[in-house]
């Protein structure tokens, strides 16, 4: 039983137990509900003196702490049975600097929130592809989004990070502040510290961006992926989007025929002139005419929240993916047989072009490996209600079945099981030991060990 009253004294936030009933019921929810867990207590941070406190308390009491931003690891990394759950939530603190092009964000915010800020002044910087997902975790894990072929993933544009260690101080770690802390910052995850406010670049963006989405029928998957294969293969940096394998929804804009039907959607998230982005994509409508053609001229926040509708909280997750070597026609042909054997209608497999901004920076410039794939797979299970075991086993017979193909190294954002070999295969050996070596430095104990864990070095 954890003994609450220290932190109280020192703790300007709330600080949540079972005995605060339907509050403490809300606070705990995470968006994967799988993770139905029960912490001994949830701090709800409303800076970094509450931050430090309660870093310092979880430390000198021993007590396993989870820390929270957003709430979307789909591991469940951001909620714990006993313990200290510390809550970022309400540390939703933003300042766009229109001239210098930065934005300087606190923990708490979600990515519909941040956007929503920084499309005031016309800027935005690569982020979430579902609003309500969290700007911390997110950014610590790499971040992709659709910008990233343009700006690069979301660890290219931290600038700098206050970050609290597990020794309770505050430190800002940037290029030239502890540099080596900062390098593990993009993409290491939530191993070194709890980050309190990040700074990032923003780059203009639209406000209006050319989106939406190509909608064909599931019989068409393999043509329409191959032409959009050979689409991308000369592509701009502009042209954003992917592949989802889906249920088409019974909206009004599905025609009758396919609603609630297998389908392939194309995504599109265009960044350039918006005529130039339609006559790229005539290629692909010659190819194969959609069944519904979606894009159209939209807000860019609008683009932001394209898919949120299919990725509601409070269903069962578990993911898996990779990155390709290549997607040849064998590669296409095994992912659509994939696709079709999904059990459950929730869930998805989507083909995320790379190439552009996330291959031209140096491989070791952040921690996560693998720049140049040409392409990622992802393989997302969502379900409602029980079966648990049939909806993982079809993700991870589709990870086997696109083993041939799999060049490692994706990023942990997006794995359920993130056990140890995974987090070495993520980095590769050389980065993983740099890593643990940071580790060792910052944590030596461990405390920040719920997440894509990095064991510290040994002395
Ligand atoms: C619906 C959905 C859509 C997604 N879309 C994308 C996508 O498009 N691109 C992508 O890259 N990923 C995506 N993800 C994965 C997502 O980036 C990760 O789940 C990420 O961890 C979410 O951030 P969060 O703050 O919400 O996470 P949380 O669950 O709050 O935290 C995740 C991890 O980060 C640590 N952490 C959180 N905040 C801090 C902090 N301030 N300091 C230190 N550590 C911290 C936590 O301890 C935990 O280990 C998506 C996830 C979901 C559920």
């Given amino acids: 039983m954890v003994d609450l009253k220290l932190l109280r004294t020192r703790f300007r936030g709330e600080v949540l137990t079972a005995a605060d009933g339907a509050r403490f019921d809300s606070a705990r929810v995470a968006f994967n509900a799988v993770f139905d867990r029960r912490p001994g207590a949830i701090a709800r941070a409303t800076g970094a003196a509450d931050v430090i ?18 709430g979307h690891s789909v591991a469940g990394y951001s909620t714990i049975d006993g313990g200290l759950l510390l809550d970022l939530g309400p540390m939703k603190g933003v300042r766009v600097d229109s001239v210098a092009r930065r934005v300087r964000a606190q923990p708490g915010l979600t990515w519909g929130e941040l956007d929503r800020e920084t499309q005031a002044f016309g800027l935005a910087t690569t982020g979430g592809r579902v609003t309500s997902t969290g700007i911390a975790g997110f950014i610590l894990g790499s971040g992709s989004g659709w910008l990233e072929r343009l700006h690069g993933l979301a660890c290219d544009n931290l600038l700098s990070a206050d970050v609290v260690t ?5 430190l800002i770690a940037s290029a030239t502040e502890h540099p080596e802390l900062f ?11 709890v980050v309190t406010e990040f700074e990032l670049a923003l780059h203009p963006v639209g406000p209006t961006v050319l989106g939406g989405m190509l909608l064909f029928a599931r019989t068409d998957a393999a043509s329409v992926c191959r032409a959009y294969r050979d689409l991308l293969r000369d592509a701009p940096a502009e042209f954003g989007g992917g592949i989802v394998f889906l249920v088409a929804p019974p909206a ?8 609630l039907e297998p389908a392939l959607g194309v995504i599109v998230a265009w960044f350039g002139e918006h005529a130039r982005g339609q006559s790229l994509l005539d290629g692909l409508r010659r190819a194969v005419a959609p ?21 509601p909280p409070g269903r069962r997750q578990y993911w898996r993916s990779d990155n390709l070597r290549t997607l040849d026609d064998d590669t296409i042909d095994a992912i659509v047989a994939c696709a079709n054997r999904a059990t459950s209608p929730f869930s998805n497999i989507i083909l995320q072009p790379g ?13 996560l490996g693998g720049r140049a794939a040409p392409w990622q797979a992802h393989c997302y299970g969502s379900w409602e209600g029980g079966e648990d075991a049939l909806h993982i086993a079809w993700v991870k017979d589709t990870e086997s079945a696109l ?6 190294h994706v990023s942990l954002n997006f794995v359920s099981d993130a056990d140890g070999g995974r987090v070495r295969a993520a980095f590769g050996e050389a980065k993983y030991r740099r890593l643990a070596a940071l580790k060792r430095a910052f944590d030596p104990d461990n405390l920040f060990r719920l997440n894509q864990n990095i064991v510290p070095a040994p002395p």
Avoid at 252 to 259: M, S, Y
Avoid at 355 to 367: E, I, M
């Fill in 53 to 70: 406190a309660a870093v310092s308390f979880a430390r000198e009491s021993r007590i396993p702490l989870a820390v929270r931003g957003g």
């Fill in 166 to 170: 597990a020794d309770g101080r505050l």
């Fill in 183 to 193: 390098w593990g910052l993009k993409g290491g995850g939530g191993n070194f510290g």
């Fill in 252 to 259: 009004p804009f599905v025609p009758k025929t396919l609603r």
């Fill in 291 to 311: 069944a519904a053609d979606l894009v159209q001229p939209m807000p860019y926040c609008a683009l932001q929240s394209l898919v949120d509708a299919g990725n």
């Fill in 355 to 367: 190439g552009h901004a996330v291959a031209s920076v140096p491989d070791d410039a952040t921690p």
């Fill in 403 to 408: 083993a041939p193909w799999a060049a490692g």
